[in-house]
């Protein structure tokens, strides 16, 4: 201890006889007397010392109220003086008692007991958000002999709350109820500033208080990069004891991905959260395990508890979508063309990608949303947008497509070549045709039979000869438009246009040679 502590140690024993009056004479005057000069996580409920078995012994008796100077409980006038904080959770229903027994009868030990199942160490004396009720709190005292304190029904307890002083009700409370997945913290203060200290003996509970269970993975998460992953245990572990070679991470092929490093997620001694980092992300998707290894006994919970099981978790490498700048698309008019991401910019493979396309149309007031496939089939000019988002939303990227729309000229083919393995040129195909509609069509051989009919031919892909079973040779075709509702251009295929001045219906005839 240093001088400054021995100073301090000196002005908390003058102020705790002080307190002490005051604390049974006048308990509605708060007097805090001489700064800490060091700190003692134990005399903080964060740092809480956790209870596992029945009888519990402090050997040295604390000076301090640690970092954080916290409510205590109504009959403590919401003083802390010399704290120390200690923890536990009922794992079955019961009845709570316990006595706290000082070493030397002529200290006086109060003590506050609180549950923190919902608001934890933040709830206590919180009259806002989630709160931490107090539940217990004896301040019995009196000049001289003190004796014995805590919740004991077969000592005479009654009530939750006693004191301060002796006119206040008995040193020790009623029995309390408790049910299973509570949690408690449990506040004992040395108002007598003594160097010796106390047993705290749960024996007379029915109630199961004590952690026996061994603490097991509940959860593994990740982010995007899958290099940092969230491991979370079904109790707080002794943060000390976690360590990167008590991990093993399995991989879909076979292989293991060492831990590199390890952090507790909470501050404190325990946590029940940590970081596992790995040397690298990782590169393959696949089902993952997560053991811990038998290095399991340095995996311990506060009551000594090691840590087992395994965890598995399908984890997906997800790349990043490609975006672009504006990108031009010409569109003859009344004709459709298909906007794909993938053909202005290669966009990753295998990707889980949700997409959603908008399309502003010139004069709108604000775009509206028209698909949420990969890609898109359009008839309209505009500016149509895409945003590509990787599912789970790792990463995102956009693109735009500016539609333009112009006059397209009609090729009439006269050659069309069914037979060749080329693939090319195998169908009697009109471009152009589709902005005419009930465009037909009839197709006579040289001996002037029809061979083919199609009053929609406008919509059609064109006349296939090889599937209708025709020969090769010369054939005769008349093409009506009986509509003209965009000017007609006829192209000679060597990229000369005219345009046709007639008007409707426009009736168009040649010959078409079907070659091998």
């Avoid at 993938?342 to 698909?371: F, I, K, M, R």
Wanted: hydrophobic fraction near 35%; glycine fraction near 10%; proline fraction near 7%.
């Amino acid at each position: 201890m240093t001088h400054e502590g021995k100073i301090c140690l000196g002005l908390r024993t003058f102020c705790s006889v002080n307190l002490f009056i005051m604390n049974r004479l006048l308990p509605a005057l708060l007097v805090i007397c001489c700064t800490h000069a060091w700190a003692q996580t134990t005399s903080d409920c964060d740092g809480a010392i956790v209870l596992c078995g029945d009888v519990y012994s402090e050997t040295e008796a604390s000076f301090n109220t640690g970092d954080v100077y916290e409510y205590t409980g109504a009959c403590n006038a919401f003083l802390e003086q010399s704290s120390i904080w200690y923890t536990f959770t009922v794992y079955e229903d019961g009845l709570l008692s316990f006595v706290l027994d000082p070493l030397d009868p002529v200290d006086d030990y109060d003590w506050g007991l609180f549950d923190i199942t919902e608001g934890g160490c933040a709830g206590i004396g919180a009259t806002l958000g989630v709160i931490s009720p107090e539940v217990g709190c004896n301040s019995y005292g009196e000049f001289g002999t003190n004796g014995p304190t805590g919740i004991s029904t077969a000592n005479g307890g009654t009530g939750n709350t006693n004191g301060p002083g002796n006119a206040n009700g008995p040193p020790f409370n009623a029995d309390l109820p408790v049910t299973e997945g509570s949690t408690y913290a449990l506040v004992v203060m040395n108002w007598s500033n003594s160097l010796n200290g106390y047993t705290i003996d749960f024996g007379q509970s029915t109630a199961v208080l004590y952690d026996q269970e061994p603490p097991v993975l509940q959860s593994l998460e990740t982010d995007c990069v899958l290099q940092d992953f969230v491991v979370t245990f079904s109790e707080p572990l002794v943060s000390a004891t976690v360590e990167p070679v008590d991990f093993v991470l399995h991989a879909p092929d076979g292989g293991t991905a060492p831990i590199q490093s390890v952090v507790a997620n909470s501050a404190g001694n325990t946590s029940d959260s940590f970081t596992l980092t790995l040397p690298a992300p990782l590169s393959v998707s696949g089902t993952y395990e997560l053991e811990i290894t038998e290095n399991s006994l340095l995996v311990e919970d506060p009551c000594g508890n090691a840590g087992e099981g395994s965890l598995e978790r399908y984890f997906e490498v997800v790349f990043p979508p490609v975006g672009w700048d504006e990108f031009e698309v010409e569109i003859c008019v009344g004709e459709d063309v298909r906007l794909d991401p993938d053909a202005v910019v290669p966009q990753p493979q295998d990707n889980l990608v949700e997409y959603v396309w908008t399309h502003d149309a010139l004069g709108s007031s604000e775009p509206d949303t028209v698909s949420f496939n990969d890609e898109l089939v359009v008839q309209e000019p505009g500016l149509y947008h895409v945003s590509m988002t990787t599912n789970p939303p790792c990463f995102e990227a956009e693109g735009s497509f500016w539609v333009v729309e112009k006059t397209c000229s009609v090729l009439i083919p006269n050659v069309v070549s069914p037979y060749s393995s080329s693939g090319v040129n195998d169908r009697f195909y009109i471009p152009g045709l589709q902005v005419f509609p009930n465009a037909s069509i009839q197709i006579f051989n040289r001996w002037g039979n029809l061979v083919y009919e199609n009053d929609r031919y406008d919509l059609s892909d064109g006349w296939n000869p090889k599937a209708e079973g025709a020969s090769s040779g010369v054939y005769h075709y008349i093409l009506r438009l009986p509509e003209l509702p965009v000017p007609l251009v006829l192209s000679d295929g060597n990229g000369g246009d005219m345009p046709y001045t007639g008007g409707a219906p426009a009736v168009f005839e040649g010959a078409l040679h079907v070659v091998d």
